[in-house]
């Protein structure tokens, strides 16, 4: 009852993210996806964008229709809704998959509840990850993709404890389970080409744990491998990627991206740890001790943490790595909102066999504060740091105080735009409100800048600036 207590306020702590995408609207890349693929078609808009900007080939041919290209503004407000609704739907059904072996079913689901909550209390950019579609597709849908390939892996390989030792079971479903996973790893690919690296990366892991474990190899893990190489290699020698890199000063520069991303590691490990994951993270120190007895002894030994570790910081580079390369600098806010799961989801896993390994002293020294100040505050005191140092009080004042006069300016900027005529020179009143949650562009003053342009060439007007 305790739990299910928690659980209810987590969910309410979520509501606007339900309702802001109502008040959202397009901007920027919206348009300048949307103007080639009107003038060009899908096809010739394909290679233009492949040949001259970026070689993510399923991110631009699902940019190129969005809602924004048929004009649909009500399909644009639906973007935030449904991509949040399957981006907590798949963290849920991704993180029950990995606890089912230790939890009841309910228990298991009320867990992975509150971890989607936790972590989308410190994501970077909320409004990156639910209200700009092209962060939505290039980073968010790419994640979700990620997250079922993983989920279903865990799914379908069976794990068993067997007189203290895990037990996972090969032959299940083994060419089926190839062919799925080959698909994600192209999607993947085509998606992102960081994170199929990352995902590359699990499956090397995986494979060499059972070499060294089993003495064999995970067959259906191979066809995957070798797909994900080879889209990873269409998406890497695309000619627009040179192009895409001229924008950006100091990349390609091979000492700053060895070095930077071990710096910026320790940068994340302070920036991340927030009040509200570590009064989560004290509150579950019961709870991980009661499962402590179904998990195998050498889950939590010194050199599997230290283990645990090299594989969290070599996934840290791995994922920082290629943006220092590429840009000359660290990812934008949309990629570090998937670095910011990957932080939550590995904080979790060290702090629990760190717990594990000292035997219950955590647990004494965490029965003396509850006997002071109770459980049910500690709670308050968890659902307060919702509201005040995290996303969710943001959201909650999006919702209440500024989405509604955003959206009212905004759609008064696009009545004017499309009852105008080709040859007009618009000029309008820079926006009154911003809320941090939703994603939105402004115009610049010079009518000649891209932004600008965008918006112009999809409303086939002249130009347009603000005052």
Same mark, same amino acid.
């Given at each position: 009852m305790? =739990?299910?207590?928690?659980?209810?306020?987590?969910?309410?702590?979520?509501?606007?993210y339900?309702?802001?995408?109502?008040?959202?609207f397009?901007? %920027?890349?919206?348009f300048?996806?949307?103007?080639?693929?009107?003038q060009?078609g899908?096809?010739?808009?394909?290679?233009?964008?492949y040949?001259?900007?970026?070689?993510?080939?399923?991110?631009?041919?699902?940019?190129?229709?969005?809602?924004?290209t048929?004009?649909? !503004?009500?399909?644009?407000?639906?973007?935030?809704?449904?991509?949040?609704?399957f981006?907590?739907?798949?963290?849920?059904?991704?993180?029950n998959?990995? @606890?089912?072996?230790?939890?009841?079913?309910?228990? #298991?689901?009320?867990?992975?509840i509150?971890? @989607? @909550?936790?972590? +989308? #209390?410190?994501?970077p950019?909320?409004?990156?990850?639910?209200?700009?579609?092209?962060g939505?597709?290039?980073?968010?849908?790419?994640?979700?993709? &990620?997250?079922l390939?993983?989920? +279903?892996?865990?799914?379908?390989?069976?794990? #068993?404890?067997?007189?203290?030792?895990?037990?996972?079971?090969?032959? $299940?479903?083994?060419?089926?389970?190839a062919?799925?996973?080959?698909?994600?790893?192209?999607l993947l690919?085509?998606f992102?080409?960081?994170?199929?690296?990352v995902?590359? !990366?699990?499956?090397?892991?995986i494979? /060499?744990?059972?070499?060294?474990?089993?003495?064999? /190899?995970?067959?259906?893990?191979?066809?995957?491998?070798f797909?994900?190489?080879?889209?990873?290699?269409?998406?890497?020698k695309?000619?627009?990627?040179?192009?895409?890199?001229s924008?950006?000063q100091?990349?390609?520069d091979?000492l700053?991206?060895?070095f930077?991303?071990l710096?910026?590691?320790f940068e994340?490990?302070?920036?991340y740890?927030?009040?509200?994951?570590l009064?989560?993270l004290?509150?579950l120190?019961?709870?991980? $001790?009661k499962?402590?007895?179904?998990?195998?002894?050498?889950?939590?030994?010194?050199?599997?943490?230290w283990?645990?570790?090299? &594989?969290?910081?070599?996934?840290?580079?791995l994922? +920082? %790595?290629?943006?220092?390369?590429?840009?000359?600098?660290?990812?934008?806010?949309?990629?570090?909102?998937?670095l910011?799961?990957i932080?939550?989801l590995?904080?979790?896993?060290?702090y629990?066999? =760190?717990?594990?390994?000292?035997n219950?002293?955590f647990?004494?020294?965490?029965?003396?504060?509850?006997n002071?100040?109770?459980?049910?505050?500690?709670v308050?005191?968890?659902?307060?740091?919702?509201?005040?140092? #995290?996303n969710?009080g943001?959201?909650?004042?999006?919702? +209440?105080?500024?989405a509604?006069?955003y959206?009212?300016?905004q759609?008064?900027?696009i009545d004017?735009?499309e009852?105008?005529?080709?040859?007009?020179e618009?000029?309008f009143?820079p926006?009154r409100q911003?809320?941090?949650t939703?994603?939105?562009? $402004?115009?610049?003053?010079?009518?000649?800048?891209?932004?600008?342009?965008?918006?112009?060439?999809?409303?086939?007007v002249?130009?347009?600036?603000?005052?």
């Amino acid at each position: 009852m305790y =739990w299910k207590k928690v659980v209810t306020l987590c969910l309410c702590v979520l509501t606007p993210y339900l309702f802001l995408g109502f008040f959202n609207f397009p901007s %920027a890349d919206d348009f300048t996806y949307a103007v080639p693929m009107l003038q060009k078609g899908f096809w010739q808009a394909q290679v233009d964008w492949y040949t001259q900007w970026s070689g993510r080939f399923v991110s631009t041919a699902v940019l190129s229709v969005s809602p924004i290209t048929f004009k649909s !503004y009500v399909g644009y407000k639906l973007i935030g809704i449904t991509t949040f609704s399957f981006l907590f739907g798949v963290c849920i059904w991704f993180l029950n998959s990995l @606890t089912i072996n230790l939890l009841d079913r309910k228990t #298991s689901l009320g867990f992975s509840i509150l971890v @989607t @909550t936790v972590f +989308l #209390s410190e994501m970077p950019s909320i409004s990156e990850a639910f209200h700009w579609y092209a962060g939505v597709v290039n980073y968010t849908y790419a994640f979700i993709v &990620f997250l079922l390939g993983i989920g +279903l892996y865990l799914r379908v390989r069976k794990i #068993s404890i067997v007189n203290g030792l895990a037990q996972v079971h090969l032959e $299940e479903k083994k060419w089926i389970l190839a062919f799925m996973l080959s698909v994600i790893s192209f999607l993947l690919a085509g998606f992102n080409e960081t994170l199929v690296l990352v995902w590359l !990366y699990f499956i090397f892991a995986i494979e /060499i744990f059972f070499a060294k474990k089993m003495k064999r /190899i995970d067959a259906a893990l191979l066809f995957p491998f070798f797909v994900g190489l080879l889209s990873f290699y269409f998406v890497y020698k695309a000619p627009g990627n040179a192009v895409r890199s001229s924008q950006f000063q100091g990349n390609h520069d091979v000492l700053f991206t060895l070095f930077r991303p071990l710096g910026l590691f320790f940068e994340i490990f302070i920036r991340y740890l927030k009040i509200p994951l570590l009064l989560f993270l004290w509150l579950l120190i019961p709870e991980i $001790e009661k499962v402590k007895g179904k998990v195998p002894t050498g889950f939590y030994t010194k050199q599997t943490r230290w283990l645990t570790l090299f &594989f969290f910081l070599s996934l840290v580079f791995l994922f +920082l %790595a290629p943006a220092h390369w590429a840009i000359g600098g660290a990812p934008p806010r949309r990629a570090m909102n998937i670095l910011c799961f990957i932080y939550v989801l590995f904080t979790l896993c060290m702090y629990c066999q =760190w717990i594990w390994a000292k035997n219950g002293q955590f647990l004494s020294f965490y029965q003396r504060l509850p006997n002071w100040l109770g459980r049910n505050t500690q709670v308050v005191l968890l659902l307060l740091s919702f509201f005040v140092v #995290s996303n969710h009080g943001v959201a909650w004042a999006d919702l +209440l105080f500024r989405a509604r006069d955003y959206a009212l300016q905004q759609q008064e900027r696009i009545d004017v735009l499309e009852s105008a005529n080709p040859n007009s020179e618009i000029v309008f009143e820079p926006l009154r409100q911003r809320p941090e949650t939703l994603f939105f562009s $402004e115009l610049e003053k010079d009518p000649t800048d891209w932004i600008n342009q965008s918006v112009a060439g999809f409303y086939r007007v002249r130009w347009v600036r603000i005052r």
